[in-house]
């Protein structure tokens, strides 16, 4: 008997492999610096490598409760008192999910029916679309412009209507590095109080913001926070982006729906880097307090570096990106230049046109500065001479 191949009909015919996936692979193949994707390339705290080898070794190695370990949700819901005058209900606002993209996913797919709209501002991160298309929502995007990448409200109030069901945003803002304030949240809720509207935001660079005002989070605005779920990863805050270990804070009502796809999508995080996250929150609580200090420092190291080159940058507020304007340098389009860049001069970066639907006539590109001091000034050495 013969056995004919099958081929699904896509889901999600448009996309292909991530742009972060290809040029980290080019900057591999051409051993270029890789500044593309944002992960560090220095380690995360001893002592939570330390509490997870612990946890192993003492066996903690079966499933965690579905909502995560009571210890870890009892440390973030005192977290998020301290850092936001708001205190979770731990057993039911607080969910451990696979990283934050697993929460942006569980979050999506519980609140968005088939036909409903969906606003989100572009650059956006990439893992939000493919989860509004697969809910069957329609994703509205309002696109910011440079270099302050403001919303234009007027634009987003003609946007809503009665079909809007969601607002994705995300502060600070990968990629553009701009950051929210106060003053943004008491806007959106004047506009969609009226509706029944919910509010999911992305602020897993909330320990990265460098404005004097500080991260402003939705989970400090009483009223939003009724109707939204924020999302924070450890894997940006320990500096261990491959452990995928994040959370969400959402009211009870919100939290059972999206538990609902947490469920049946991983239903429980793994054990010992939850039980070694709640021993590093428990042993070193000022140690997130440190990160703007610990990555400022990087940030203008970097931006001293790149002194006397003809990179025009824009400004960072916040997150461990920096977006720099190359139109004195070259007329290439901006995927054309980073690949460019890449191969002929060593440095990968990433086109910020890959995070809009519209076309972004902007001569953009993404440069990640999570590294060693000695890897940015290596980067910057080669990017002055452009
Ligand atoms: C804006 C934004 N949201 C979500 C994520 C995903 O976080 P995690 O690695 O915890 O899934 C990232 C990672 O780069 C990000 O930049």
């Not at 008997?1 to 448009?14: A, E, I, V």
Request: aromatic letters at 10%; charged letters at 20%; one cysteine or more.
């Amino acid at each position: 008997m013969t056995h004919q191949r099958l081929t699904p009909q896509s889901k999600l015919p448009n996309l292909g492999t991530t742009i972060f996936s290809q040029m980290s692979a080019l900057a591999q193949q051409h051993q270029a610096i890789n500044l593309s994707q944002g992960f560090p390339d220095f380690d995360g705290p001893r002592y939570l490598q330390e509490r997870l080898a612990h946890h192993v070794a003492a066996g903690a190695n079966q499933y965690a409760p579905m909502t995560g370990v009571l210890a870890l949700r009892q440390a973030i819901a005192e977290k998020t008192g301290a850092l936001y005058g708001y205190s979770p209900d731990v057993d039911d606002d607080i969910t451990v999910t696979a990283g934050a993209t697993e929460a942006l996913y569980a979050a999506i797919t519980a609140l968005v029916r088939p036909g409903d709209e969906v606003i989100c501002f572009d650059p956006s991160y990439d893992s939000y679309a493919p989860a509004v298309a697969l809910s069957g929502g329609v994703l509205k995007r309002i696109a910011l412009q440079p270099p302050h990448f403001g919303v234009d409200w007027d634009a987003f109030k003609a946007l809503l209507s009665d079909k809007t069901r969601l607002v994705i945003l995300n502060t600070p803002h990968n990629p553009s590095a701009t950051v929210w304030h106060s003053a943004n949240f008491d806007v959106l809720w004047q506009a969609i109080a009226e509706r029944e509207i919910y509010v999911l935001s992305d602020e897993v660079y909330e320990h990265i913001c460098f404005d004097p005002q500080g991260h402003a989070s939705v989970l400090a605005h009483p009223q939003l926070r009724e109707r939204a779920v924020a999302v924070s990863s450890f894997g940006k805050t320990y500096h261990m982006t491959g452990w995928k270990v994040g959370y969400c804070i959402a009211p009870p009502m919100i939290s059972a729906e999206l538990r609902k796809v947490h469920q049946y999508l991983t239903f429980a995080v793994n054990t010992p880097a939850q039980l070694a996250l709640a021993d590093m929150l428990r042993a070193e609580p000022d140690h997130y307090r440190q990160l703007p200090e610990f990555y400022r420092e990087r940030r203008d190291l970097f931006i001293n570096a790149l002194k006397g080159g003809r990179l025009e940058l824009l400004p960072c507020e916040g997150t461990y990106f920096l977006l720099a304007d190359y139109s004195a340098i070259s007329g290439l389009d901006d995927v054309s230049f980073c690949q460019w860049l890449t191969t002929e001069k060593g440095v990968a970066a990433i086109p910020l046109s890959v995070f809009c639907a519209d076309p972004f006539p902007h001569k953009l590109i993404r440069l990640c500065f999570a590294k060693q001091p000695s890897t940015l000034q290596a980067a910057a050495e080669r990017l002055r001479c452009l």
